[in-house]
Nanobody
């Protein structure tokens, strides 16, 4: 069982930056691929970025490439999503998720992840 707690959300002006953190419980964190999803009001939850167990491979949705950077520190059981050049369309609740079935594969669908955090709100004003 893994528990995930996100932090770092908030209100920022367009062009600004935020860094989201996701702290995980459990000694097996280093065996999980991790992902970030987001959900805006009235929209489906969408994949944002994912990282494999070692941090050696990452994958981003096209809309955030070059602006967001995902990293992980397995010694601290934490993943980080650095978000730069934020845009109003990035406004959403951001969720951290962990996939236990494969530490190499980075899933892009919510059903490929087994554990979820409670979410953190990111609001980007124009």
């Amino acid at each position: 069982q893994v528990q995930l707690v996100e932090s770092g959300g908030g209100l920022v002006q367009a062009g600004g930056s935020l860094r989201l953190s996701c702290a995980a419980s459990g000694r097996t964190f280093g065996t999980y691929a991790m992902g970030w999803f987001r959900q805006a009001p009235g929209k489906e939850r969408e994949f944002v970025a994912g990282i494999n167990w070692s941090g050696g491979n990452t994958y981003y949705v096209d809309s955030v490439k070059g602006r967001f950077t995902l990293s992980r520190d397995n010694a601290k059981n934490t993943v980080y999503l650095q978000m730069n050049s934020l845009k109003p369309k990035d406004t959403a609740v951001y969720y951290c998720a962990a996939a236990s079935r494969s530490r190499w594969y980075i899933g892009v669908r919510p059903d490929e992840y087994d554990y979820w955090g409670q979410g953190t709100q990111v609001t980007v004003s124009s």
